[in-house]
């Protein structure tokens, strides 16, 4: 069975610094996609990024990018110049080949002004 | 563009009540539709999804029944509520490989 496993219950960081979240997930399957969601305190669920795995390039979304590292099963988040706002829960899903989401158990991220 | 409607936000009802919380969608056809739990401070747990109309999947033996009457609408039941249902419950839908999008949440406490 497929699992995803985020190793930081809790992290903290200055505004302004650079900060990764890591994920990493087993699986058998070759093709599968990997998302990072992002949950505020409101607790509205916002999908931050998007991977297939069948592409080599990292995934990227302005200040948000990732270290998709296939071979390693792994799956980090990096968030630069980190603003108050990011301040939030963060969750790695794996998504099967029935279209399955996978989740990881979270990371809460404070960012401190 | 696509939308999902759930409701209500907030929800604060007895032990033993009935509980029906909604879930539509806009924009799209034949989503497969999602209800999961939160605890406070916690990850997902799937509580049921659906492929289609009338088709209904649970992961989680419980209190709680989920229907889907129509094409995009998904609807979470209960006939008698536990203190245990308490938490926060979102709904979400998805197609293919598509991120799934999720609702804004229903946060209900059991008192």
């Known amino acids: 069975a497929q699992t995803v496993t985020q190793s930081q219950p809790e992290m903290s960081v200055q505004e302004a610094e650079t900060v990764t979240l890591s994920c990493t997930y087993d699986?058998?399957?070759?093709?599968?996609?990997l998302f990072w969601y992002k949950q505020p305190p409101s607790r509205q669920m916002i999908l931050v990024i998007r991977?297939?795995?069948?592409k080599q390039q990292n995934a990227t979304e302005n200040r948000f990018s990732v270290n998709f590292q296939k071979a390693a099963k792994s799956f980090s988040l990096k968030i630069s110049d980190s603003q108050l706002g990011d301040t939030a829960m963060y969750f790695c899903?794996?998504?099967?080949?029935?279209?399955?989401?996978?989740w990881g158990a979270g990371t809460k991220l404070i960012i401190k002004p | 563009s696509q939308t999902i409607h759930q409701w209500p936000a907030t929800l604060v009802q007895p032990v033993g009540s009935p509980l029906s919380l909604e879930c539509t969608v806009e924009?799209?056809?034949?989503?497969?539709l999602y209800w999961y739990r939160q605890a406070a401070g916690r990850g997902l747990q799937l509580l049921f999804y659906?492929?289609?109309?009338?088709?209904i999947s649970s992961e989680v033996p419980q209190n709680l029944s989920a229907s889907r009457p129509q094409d995009r609408q998904f609807i979470l039941s209960s006939k008698k509520l536990l203190l245990s249902d308490s938490g926060f419950y979102l709904c979400?839908?998805?197609?293919?490989?598509?991120?799934?999008?999720f609702g804004s949440g229903t946060r209900l406490t059991v008192v």
């Open positions: 924009g799209t056809s034949n989503p497969n």
């Open positions: 659906s492929v289609g109309i009338g088709q």
């Open positions: 699986t058998s399957e070759s093709n599968y996609y």
């Open positions: 899903a794996f998504m099967d080949s029935n279209y399955q989401l996978i």
């Open positions: 979400a839908w998805s197609t293919g490989p598509r991120p799934y999008t």
């Open positions: 991977q297939e795995a069948y």
